[in-house]
């Protein structure tokens, strides 16, 4: 997938609960559908859960968010690392 893929996913994730569901609680599987290879032993956090932005944050942020990712694995880890919650 290239960076034009990148702002529908961030959109269908702010805007689809069942598809932002799925991604929260199957990111390894979820972005393999995408053509993603992901390892959770060196890409999702030690906990193996992530918590993604509120829907309004990505929202409102989409072009940013969009624009500095250069790979969807790269947006799918950054969103990750940016947003973790205990």
Known sequence: MDKADIRPFLYRVATDPVYRAQLES?????????????????????????????????????????NQFESLACAMWDLCLLWLRP
């Open 26 to 66: 199957d990111p390894v599987g979820t972005m393999a559908a995408l053509g993603v290879s992901l390892d959770p032993a060196k890409d999702l956090p030690p906990n193996g859960i992530i918590a993604l932005p509120s829907n309004q944050d990505i929202l409102d942020n989409l072009d940013s968010l969009a």
